[in-house]
């Protein structure tokens, strides 16, 4: 039988995009990896093929004891990627150390390690979004989450293992598939829920001179992107690196709003609303992603804009799911947008 491919985070947003994409490529020889816990994370593997799916911590006990059979490839897409977990200890640990102890392994059994980064990592932009591995040192993240996601890239970078592994940046990516995330999903899935309500989408207001309200801007990449830029690496094994994934376009946070009105055939409606004091000091305005690298590494496929993608998801996913409960996804406050 054919070494499994092992997808970690696989029950997650990402990972089960990816999943679903190695399937429609002819793989069902997967170890799932992921913590299902008590919440209905587990519906997103309904309709997936693998071959088994094991709990993280019993995989990375597997892993440091030498228990586990050989396997062909691992993307390791299993993080906590909640922007403002407090507990710096725990995403250590969940972040850094694991994904550690996943490439060693890799590295000593000479399998590919695709792993995600963030572009959390950039901090507030200050130093730019070049994925020149020689500028990480500059980086300032301005959370937990987004140090934790840097500590890893650094240490790849200063043991020199970036042309044996690949790690990927990954920007605002939205898509089918996020439902679990709760107050973490993207403002496309948020939006859709509050025009249902309501018929309004609310936006932050702006608090800097050179930005209109609604005008602050994020390069946007469609989840359909992300994954086919992933498992490019997976074809191509001879490329290592770090890589951003996303667009190489910012679009403005109206545009995204105006997007999911356009594809619910509903009149424009758009507040804006006081952003939260907490994060005045540590909002981003403008990221956009520069994609030279990626396209250098083979990637040549084009980007889905955000108006054909937003139109997508609407049309394709959330239009066709069962009408949201109540009491089990009741919309957040609205106008919550990292």
Known sequence: MKKAIVVTGAAGFIGR??????????????????NLGHDEKWRNLLGLEYEDIVDSDEFLSSVEKGRIAEFEALIHLGACSSTTERNADFLLQNNYHFTRALCDHC???????IYASSAATYGDGSQGYSD??????????????????????????????????????????????????????????KSYEQIQKSGRVELFKSYRPDYADGEQKRD??????????????????????????????ARSWKDLAMSVFAAMKMPSQIDFIEMPAVLQGKYQYF????????RQAGYAAPFTTLEAAVADYVTSYLQMREPANTKDNAIEKVGKHA
């Not at 995009?17 to 992921?34: P, T």
């Not at 500059?138 to 044996?164: C, E, I, Q, V």
């Not at 990221?287 to 990626?294: F, G």
Request: hydrophobic residues 40%; charged residues 25%.
């Open 287 to 294: 990221t956009e992603a520069p994609m030279e690298k990626m």
């Open 220 to 249: 946007f990449i469609y989840v359909k992107d992300a994954v086919a830029m992933t498992l490019h690496f997976l074809a191509h094994r001879d490329v290592g690196g770090l890589f951003n994934c996303g667009t190489g376009q």
């Open 132 to 189: 020149d591995v020689t500028e990480l040192a500059t980086l300032r993240p301005l959370n937990m989450y987004g140090y934790s996601k840097h500590m890893f890239d650094l240490w790849a970078r200063k043991h020199k293992l970036f042309d044996r592994i690949v790690g990927l940046k990954y920007f605002n990516v939205f898509g089918p598939y996020e439902d679990h995330k709760g107050d973490m999903r993207s403002m496309v899935a």
């Open 17 to 34: 995009n990816v999943v679903a994409e190695l399937n429609a490529r002819g793989y069902d020889n997967l170890l799932l990896v992921d």
């Open 107 to 113: 590295l000593r059994e000479n399998t590919r390690f």
